[in-house]
Structures are given as structure tokens and as C-alpha cells.
């Protein structure tokens, strides 16, 4: 039996749950959202073992109405992998019990706040405020306006002089670069010879310096350099092999024998980062013709042959993130041809986190 435009009655109830399920589908980010501002993830953390209900509810201090609407949303929870259920054995009395319990999974891990492994809360934080979240409702308007960025159209001015006025958002935006910066410490232990060799190298764009006091602590011998705007490094001070620089990456880049760009070329259209890398360019040293400079470049390439399904769906969920304040995500053959128009003609890929890949380019 046929319904709408022809498609049978299976198909279109395929379509409804597809439909449904994204537009659902919000609930996943606000429960995620839910479970940091609770702080869960610590309250396991700090118990020491896998947590029963009615151990997490009396931390909580939730009413006993409300006891039930937490075990549903700890289980969906823990469906879609943030927490696993097991069993623990329970002391009642004079009676041993046995009692399903949640425990922490990899990806709660990395919600623990104030321990010194990574991090990953304030970015959600950041990324869920309601300031910043409540500007994706008018996509359909941003779409209408010929010039300006979304966040233009809704905080009445650009993302990044809004956050200057904003000292929480700042601080929180902060964080959770610093925070994402913390799992490059794991992803430097496959990856110590790229810095091998080096003896300076800048991180460009290096904000904070979060990223460049891991790999400086890592690589003692190796002068590592933050250059970002003035504005931002002028209160900060360097220590042992590490420094900071104001200035401008469109105008010149200190020199160095490698130059890191994490994170940093995405943000910028095709024109704008073929200026800045032909600036690290110029920046690159070379010092002898056994020991040539290059370029370190962390950034999302977008590979459907290649990838995973999960992985390629974050690539263009960050691929849009990025169009609304007018970047990108790029596929090799994109990133391929602003490496050309910048004169740099020697490239290799290499993975480097589940969504980052690590890009080494030699002048």
C-alpha cells in the first residue's frame, strides 16, 4: 500500500523515527550538560568505586519524588556510553545484597574537574552556554544576511569582541581551550619525534600558552615561543624554555625552526590562510641543508573514505560549527590547494586524535 509521493508505509514510518530522533536528539547535549553542572562524573570519582542510586541521590540531595527520573536518565546516560552498570555487593544489616551500581567510562573520565588529567567540562560549558547555544535558533536568519557572521546577528557583534566584554564567557572560552590543550599530552606519547631535532618553535595563535608548556615540559631543550595578539599574552609571563610574543601572524611570525599552527587555520577563509602560512613560511629556518624546517599544523581533514562513521558525522557537525563564524573544515584535496597557493609543495598526513590529524609541511 502506497502513501506520500509513492513511498510505501515502511519507508515513511523509517523517515518519521529519523526525524524524530534528531529532533530529540537535543536532550543528548542538555543531559551531557546536566551531568557537569551536577558534577556526577567527580562525585564517582571522589566514592572511590561504582556508585549505587541511592548513594548518588544521597549526594545529590535529590527529593525522593525525583529518584526514579534519575535512574531513567543515568541509564540513558550510560546507553549512549557515558557510564557503565555493573554490579556491587551491598551491606544491609546482618544481609549482603546485591545492587546495580554506575561506574565511569572513558568519556566521563574526561569530565573530572580539578584533577590533573584532561578535561574536557568547560568546553562543553562553553559550547552550551545558553548565550552562546540560543544563537543556533536563528540559522534561518544568518542565512537571509548577505555579510554578517551568525554571532553578529544575535550578540550584536563578533564572537571574539563579545567574549572581550564578557569576562565569564572569557574565562569559561579560556578554559576550555586550556582544557582541550590537555589532550595533547596523550597524543604526544606517538608523536615525540615530530619536535625531535627542533631547537626553537613557535606556537602560533598559542592563546594562553597551554599547548606550548606541554611540549615545552616535555621537551626541555626545545625554546618554545606563544605568539598571539598582544592583548592576549601581555600579562603573561614565560618561564625556563618558555616565552611569550605579541603581534600580528598577518604581518611576520618570529622565526623558528617549526612553526605550530593548532587549531588556528580554521578559523580563517582560504585567502586569509594562505597569507598566514606564507608568513610561517618566511618564519622557517634552515639551518643546514641535513636539518630542514617545517610547519605543524593540527587541524581536522575531512576523509569519508577513511574515517569512521562517528568520526566523519563530528567532522561535519564541526564543519558547520565553523561556517558560522565564517571558517572551515577541510578535506585533504582543500587543504592540498591552499598549501599550493602559499608556495608550500611538500606535505604529510599523519593521524593524530580521534577528530585532529597532525600535518607537517616543509618549505
Known sequence: MASNNGRSASESFKAQALVYRHMFSILDPMCLKWIIDSRIPNIIHDHGKPITLSELVSV?????????????????????????????????????????????????????????????????????????????????????????????????????????????????????????????????????????????????????????????????????????????????????????????????????????????????????????LKNCKDAVKVSSKDKKGKIIILETVINEEQDEPEITRLKFLMSINMQIIHGKERTKEEWENIFYEAGLYNYKIFPFTGYLSLIEVYP
Not at 572560552?173 to 606519547?189: E, P, V
Not at 608548556?213 to 599574552?233: G, N, R, T, Y
Not at 614565560?238 to 588556528?264: Q, R, T, W, Y
Request: glycine share 6%.
Open 60 to 276: 545529590l540531595k535529590i527529593p525522593s519524588t525525583k529518584v526514579h527520573r534519575i535512574d531513567v536518565f543515568m541509564r540513558y546516560m550510560a546507553y549512549i556510553g557515558y557510564f557503565d552498570i555493573t554490579k556491587v555487593r551491598i551491606h544491609d544489616g546482618n544481609e549482603e545484597k546485591e545492587k546495580e551500581a554506575f561506574a565511569l567510562t572513558a568519556a566521563s573520565e574526561l569530565l573530572i574537574k580539578g584533577t590533573e588529567n584532561p578535561c574536557i567540562s568547560p568546553l562543553v560549558e562553553f559550547v552550551m552556554d545558553p548565550v552562546i547555544s540560543d544563537s543556533f535558533n536563528y540559522l534561518n536568519k544568518w542565512f537571509s544576511d548577505e555579510d554578517r557572521r551568525l554571532y553578529e546577528i544575535t550578540l550584536g557583534k563578533p564572537l571574539w569582541e563579545f567574549l572581550d566584554k564578557n569576562p565569564r564567557l572569557l574565562g569559561l572560552f579560556n578554559d576550555a581551550m586550556a582544557g582541550d590543550s590537555q589532550m595533547i599530552k596523550l597524543a604526544l606519547k606517538d608523536h615525540n619525534m615530530v619536535f625531535e631535532g627542533l631547537e626553537t618553535i613557535v606556537d602560533v595563535g598559542g592563546g594562553i600558552g597551554t599547548t606550548a608548556q606541554i611540549i615545552s615540559e616535555k621537551f626541555p631543550a626545545l625554546k618554545c615561543i606563544v605568539f598571539d595578539l598582544p592583548m592576549v599574552v601581555e600579562s603573561l609571563k614565560g618561564c625556563n624554555n618558555l616565552s611569550f610574543v605579541g603581534g600580528d601572524m598577518f604581518e611576520s611570525i618570529p622565526k623558528a625552526d617549526a612553526i605550530l599552527l593548532k587549531l588556528v587555520l580554521h578559523n580563517w577563509s582560504d585567502d586569509n590562510c594562505i597569507k598566514i
